[in-house]
């Protein structure tokens, strides 16, 4: 397991994950069409192309999810007890076709929690940008870790 226990998190720290993830077509279509959401700005071409952004872009919680599952595998895989919720989820700039998105994660704060000894809550900022620089998504999301267990 390659994820932090709540011992491991200290304010301040940040994780800027190497995995990058280059986006398609198929997965916008295929994630709006699951979802149902058939916004045109996501599926019609001819539409999107007389937009501000000339073509279609990603449906914004498509690189939320994709952001936070970068961070994944560093951050919370087999760690995490459970996300407690999101907050301050913005997209400051489309994402297109093609683009590659890479993702941070900064510990903002941490605190024990009083009806679970063995877990504890922190919240962690991830950050979201395209291959030139460009930030497309972020957001502040509490998570309840594990602590570590003496064996």
């Given at each position: ?12 720290q ?66 995490i ?6 907050e ?64």
């Amino acid at each position: 397991m390659s994820g932090k226990y709540y011992e491991d998190l200290t304010p301040g720290q940040i994780f800027k994950h190497t995995t990058g993830r280059t986006v398609t077509e198929v997965d916008n279509v295929l994630f709006n069409s699951l979802t149902m959401n058939m916004q045109a700005l996501h599926l019609n071409e001819d539409f999107a192309s007389k937009s501000q952004f000339g073509q279609r872009i990603f449906n914004g919680i498509f690189t939320m999810a994709l952001v936070v599952g970068i961070s994944a595998t560093e951050v919370t895989d087999g760690t995490i007890v459970a996300n407690l919720g999101y907050e301050n989820v913005r997209h400051p700039a489309p994402v297109f076709h093609g683009d590659t998105i890479y993702a941070q994660t900064e510990v903002l704060d941490k605190r024990e929690t009083k009806s679970r000894p063995d877990t504890g809550i922190v919240r962690l900022k991830l950050t979201g940008r395209k291959q030139d620089g460009t930030v497309v998504v972020e957001l502040v999301r509490a998570v309840m870790f594990l602590k570590r267990v003496d064996k």
